[in-house]
């Protein structure tokens, strides 16, 4: 299946633009999602953390994606 990802913060600059798109199997867990976007966009790891959010609430990794989920990638935020 093809899911949209949306990118927020620096995420935006590492996948070069805020929505790329990931072609996954059928029963893909957002575990599965992070080492295909980590292993497309090696950057990705170098940030100390970053959350998945999937329909606008936070993903744990075990959690399976469906193909008309709407998937964000949230890097960490600082701020003052």
Known sequence: ??????AFGIAKDIFGGSLV???LT???TIS????????????LKKLATYMVAVNNEY???????HERDEIAIIPPVSGG
């Open 59 to 65: 993903a744990l990794d075990g959690d399976t994606i």
């Open 1 to 6: 299946m093809k899911v949209n990802i949306l």
């Open 26 to 28: 059928n029963d893909a």
């Open 21 to 23: 798109t990931a072609e």
């Open 32 to 43: 599965n999602l992070k080492y295909l976007l980590e292993k497309e966009y090696p950057q």
